[in-house]
Structure formats: C-alpha cells, structure tokens
C-alpha cells in the first residue's frame, strides 16, 4: 500500500515520534511511505530520509495549502495517517482531494473540543478508522458511537532501540529525556534545583538535560550558576536530538516518561519513570501501574509537581543500590516485560489486515500488501 502520513509541524514531540516509529516499520514491512508536513526547523526529517522513508516539507511556512494538496495528489495514497488533533484537518482535505481511507490514532485521550474540524463530530463524520496504542485510551473511545471499527495498534519500538550492557556505577551519568516546557518540565526541573546537593552524596555525578521547549532557556541559566557554584561542568543542556540511542548507550540511569520512558527500558536501562505524574523506578511488580498510565503521562501515584523531592530521591536511592544483585535482573526482567508489547515485527502485516477489513467501497479495490 501507499501510506501518507499526516503531520502538521515536523518538530520533535511525542506526535511526530509516534509518526516516525509507525512510518519506518510500515516502511521496513514493505509499504510506500511518505511523511507530509510544513517547514518547522529541525525535526526528524534526516531521520527518515535515512530509513528510506519519502518527506514531503513545505520549503517555506508562508506557502499555501495547495501545494501539500498537489504533492499529496502526486504521491496517491491508499491512506492517511493523522492524529486526533492537529494534523486532522489537514488529513480531512486531502482526503477530498485523493480518496484515500482516514487512519486517525488517538495518541491521548479524547479531547472534547468545539474547535471547527477538530470536534468529536468531525472526527466520526471523516474518519475511516480509530485508532489508539493504549489500551484506556481505546475503552474510552469504545463508548463513542461510530459507523466504522476501532483497533489496539502498539508502538512500534523494538526494531528502533538496541540493548547494550548495564555500565559500572560510577561515573554515574543520569540522563534526564523529555520536553522542558509546560507541566513535563516539573520534574526535570525539580532534579536541576537539587543537582549540586546530589553531587555532594554522589561525586562522579554527571546529568545531561535531552530535549527542547521554551524552559530550556531557564534549564540552561540554572545550570551554568550550580556548574560554577560546584567548580565543575558536571550537569549539561544538551536540547533537542532525535536519536535517543547514544545518549542511553552513555547513560548509567534515565529518568524519563511517556514513550522515552520505554525506549530507555528497551535499552537495558534502570529507569526513574515520570512525566507530569511520578512512577518511579520501573520493576516488574509495578509494570500494570506504569502501562495503565502510559509511564507518568496519564496518571501516576502523584503529581510531580506537588512532590518534587522525590526525583531527587529516587536518583540517589537508585545510587546506593546499583550493586545490589537484584538491579541488573529487575532492568532485565522490565526490558523482556515490554518488549512483546512493543515490537516491530509484524507491524506493516497488521496495518494491511485493519485496511482490509474495512467495507469496501464502491469503485475502490483493496491494496493488496
């Protein structure tokens, strides 16, 4: 099939993640896969140009809709992929224009908005199929009624994040992954104001700040005083990248939520899971918590911001028993725990066997595979 993904600003967010984990294993399971969105900087363009994926970017933001119209009419989708939100009603009218189906993944809960093309309405009347990777999402989108089916769709992950050997305690590098603005940047904010602390307890300490928002220029002021104030460049504002893979392979812990928060596990690594809510260190015990609230993006035990201390917390904890024998095989037994749900293989297969179970429609043929 051709498969034209949807994306209405090609920056690094969960959003266009989701987009390149879902194109290249559509892309590496044999499908025609192009990625179409405006001109937003540095994103994952390069990225999956690399997996062989087509990128149809706008040259220039000021440039009208009808040009995405004619590159979308000249690629000939048999789908388009969009999120619920805001890439929906760019996929609404090149579906006008190309008579492709409408694949809409809900990468978080229903948003009940009367935004004009966005509203539950418009989502029903123009879509072909839901969608959603998590579980709660899609029991809360089954109490919709719709004329057309809804399917669980894991993340594609494991093609995408290798594992590699646990490293020696020390030095102890933490790896704080996620976005510096809004409510995500409570916790990693919380890690910062008690960095110079925690290298009194711990001296080999080194934290590197990953991702982009409109804090970093914050998280950035913040770390140059405590680096001085310590007599050592020990924490680092790395911003945004889109290949989390070298920054887990040099990482002795991450702390990270949501889809990072997985990718990290998948890489062998103890991981301190938060977002906007606190999980904390993933163990198999506490796996049900973490998928239920897709790893502190959802929900969690508390908000992060009314508990920040225990970030700092939970970083020296950690610290202290990296020895201990149970470390390695809880990081282990957590990586095999998600694997399964977040595979590669088989992804392109399940995506042609949803398209063919919709109701054909007159004067359309099913893609054959």
């Known amino acids: 099939m051709k498969v034209l993904f949807c994306s209405d600003a090609m920056v690094v967010d969960g959003v266009t993640s989701f987009v390149f984990h879902l194109s290249t294993a559509l892309k590496e399971g044999g499908h025609r896969v192009a990625v179409l969105g405006r001109w937003a900087g540095r994103g994952f363009q390069s990225r999956l140009r690399k997996c062989g994926v087509k990128v149809i970017s706008m040259p220039s ?31 609404v009218r090149l579906k006008g224009i190309t008579g492709a189906r409408v694949f809409t993944f809900f990468l978080d809960n229903l948003e009940k908005t009367d935004r004009k093309g966005r509203d539950v309405e418009s989502l029903v009347r123009h879509s072909d199929a839901w969608l959603s990777a998590e579980p709660p999402i899609l029991e809360s989108l089954e109490e919709i009624p719709t004329p057309f089916p809804k399917f669980l769709f894991a993340r594609p992950l494991t093609g995408l994040i290798r594992p590699s050997p646990m490293p020696p305690r ?18 990693p904010l919380a890690l910062l104001l008690k960095a110079y602390d925690l290298k009194k307890e711990i001296p080999s300490l080194e934290i590197t700040f990953v991702g982009g928002g409109w804090r970093a220029w914050k998280f950035r002021l913040l770390a140059e005083r405590i680096n001085r104030k310590a007599g050592e460049r ?87 028993e990296w020895d201990d024998p149970g470390m390695e095989e809880s990081t282990a037994c957590v990586r095999a725990a998600l694997e399964p749900r977040f595979k590669c293989a088989g992804a392109a297969e399940e995506f042609t066997r949803i398209f063919g179970s919709l109701p054909q429609r007159d004067g359309l043929a099913t893609p054959q595979a």
């Not at 933001?61 to 619920?84: C, H, K, Q, Y």
């Not at 102890?172 to 976005?179: H, Q, S, T, Y």
């Not at 990718?263 to 062998?268: F, G, K």
């Open 234 to 320: 020990f924490i680092r504002i790395a911003g945004t990248r889109t290949d989390p893979q070298p920054w887990f392979d040099q990482s002795t812990l991450v702390c990270a939520g949501s889809t990072s928060a997985v990718e990290a596990a998948l890489a062998n690594r103890p991981v301190l899971a938060f977002s906007g809510f606190w999980i904390g260190r993933l163990a198999p015990e506490d796996m049900h918590l973490a998928l239920a609230n897709y790893f502190g993006e959802r929900g969690g035990l508390h908000y992060v911001r009314e508990r920040p201390e225990l970030v700092p917390e939970g970083v020296l904890k950690i610290y202290r």
């Open 61 to 91: 933001p000021t440039i009208g809709n009808f040009w995405f119209d004619r590159r979308a009419g000249e690629f000939s989708p048999d789908v388009l992929v969009t999120d619920s939100r805001r890439s929906f009603p760019l996929a």
């Open 170 to 187: 020390d030095p102890f590098r933490v790896l704080c992954f996620g976005r510096l603005s809004g409510y995500k940047s409570a916790g």
